[in-house]
């Protein structure tokens, strides 16, 4: 249990499928919050490039487009969770997936005094989630997403952040998109149930412009314009 001085942790998810823009959008947001970005897919392709255990057993899932098992996922991110960054707070994305992940997450922010603040679900129609995710490119250095078509860097081929080269994903091949796609939209759907019935679920048009995505997560979490810190 949390002691009764400890400051209330702010926590929101990012919700939508493969391609709605989670990761574009999820560096602002969690910087005008002020708490850290934390991303299962990040810590997942981290973990694979360092061939830790984790990263081996991961693996074998991602490249087919599956999720990777309950348990391993759960336990990773309660691990980056007790991380002191994020004592006052995270922005998921990624997470939760399914509802087990969901009541698991529900579960371990209750032992600390807290719950879930807001989910915000970014709705895109399949069929733009599949145009979107042929067309990706993101930086090999940190992540940061580009697009060919709608949003591509100054230079081509290199991060307009860090200089880094940019490389398209493993799981962005075809067939590996269409299996994210039937595999992951349906267990999302019980994730919005789970939050709707919690009170906590907002949706925002992912159609839009990017820009324009960022001012309307921004206002569902009531900090309109404010500048980031
Ligand atoms: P993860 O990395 O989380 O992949 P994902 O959910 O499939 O989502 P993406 O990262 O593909 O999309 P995004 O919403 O971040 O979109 P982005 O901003 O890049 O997970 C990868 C794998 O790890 C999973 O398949 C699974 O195996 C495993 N995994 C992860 N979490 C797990 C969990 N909880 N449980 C079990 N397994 C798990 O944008 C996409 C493109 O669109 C970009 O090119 C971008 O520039 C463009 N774009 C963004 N916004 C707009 C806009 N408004 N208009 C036009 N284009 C836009
Ligand atoms: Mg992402």
Same mark, same amino acid.
């Given at each position: 249990? %949390?002691?009764?001085?400890? !400051? &209330?942790?702010?926590?929101?998810?990012?919700?939508?499928? &493969?391609?709605?823009?989670?990761? %574009?959008?999820? &560096?602002?947001?969690?910087?005008?919050?002020?708490?850290?970005?934390?991303? %299962?897919?990040?810590?997942? !392709?981290?973990?694979?490039?360092?061939?830790?255990? #984790? *990263?081996?057993? $991961? /693996?074998? =899932?991602?490249?087919?487009?599956?999720? #990777?098992?309950?348990?391993?996922?759960?336990?990773?991110?309660?691990?980056?969770?007790?991380?002191?960054?994020?004592?006052?707070?995270?922005? @998921?994305? *990624?997470?939760?997936?399914? /509802?087990?992940?969901?009541?698991?997450?529900?579960?371990?922010?209750?032992?600390?005094?807290?719950?879930? $603040?807001?989910?915000?679900?970014?709705?895109?129609?399949?069929?733009?989630?599949? !145009?979107?995710?042929?067309?990706?490119?993101?930086?090999?250095? $940190? *992540?940061?997403? =580009?697009?060919?078509?709608?949003?591509? &860097? !100054?230079?081509?081929?290199?991060?307009?952040?860090?200089?880094?080269?940019?490389?398209? /994903?493993?799981?962005?091949?075809?067939?590996?998109?269409?299996?994210?796609?039937?595999? %992951?939209?349906?267990?999302? $759907?019980? #994730?919005?149930?789970? =939050?709707?019935?919690? *009170?906590?679920?907002?949706?925002?048009?992912?159609?839009?412009?990017?820009?324009?995505?960022?001012?309307? @997560? @921004?206002?569902?979490?009531?900090?309109?314009?404010?500048?980031?810190?």
């Amino acid at each position: 249990m %949390t002691p009764a001085d400890a !400051r &209330p942790m702010k926590v929101v998810v990012l919700l939508g499928g &493969p391609g709605s823009g989670k990761g %574009t959008q999820a &560096p602002i947001i969690a910087k005008h919050l002020g708490v850290p970005h934390v991303a %299962t897919g990040d810590l997942f !392709r981290a973990a694979v490039r360092d061939g830790s255990p #984790v *990263g081996l057993e $991961a /693996r074998h =899932y991602m490249e087919r487009g599956q999720l #990777v098992p309950d348990d391993i996922t759960i336990a990773m991110l309660l691990d980056r969770l007790s991380a002191d960054d994020a004592a006052d707070g995270v922005l @998921l994305d *990624g997470f939760p997936r399914n /509802r087990a992940q969901a009541e698991a997450l529900d579960v371990a922010l209750a032992e600390r005094g807290a719950a879930v $603040a807001s989910t915000l679900d970014i709705e895109v129609p399949a069929e733009e989630l599949v !145009r979107r995710l042929s067309s990706r490119w993101v930086c090999s250095e $940190a *992540g940061h997403v =580009y697009n060919a078509l709608t949003n591509p &860097p !100054r230079e081509a081929g290199r991060c307009d952040l860090d200089g880094s080269e940019l490389i398209q /994903r493993e799981d962005d091949q075809p067939e590996t998109v269409r299996a994210r796609m039937a595999l %992951t939209l349906s267990s999302l $759907a019980d #994730v919005a149930e789970h =939050y709707r019935t919690l *009170g906590v679920l907002r949706a925002v048009d992912g159609q839009q412009s990017i820009d324009q995505v960022t001012q309307d @997560l @921004l206002a569902e979490l009531a900090i309109g314009d404010a500048p980031a810190g």
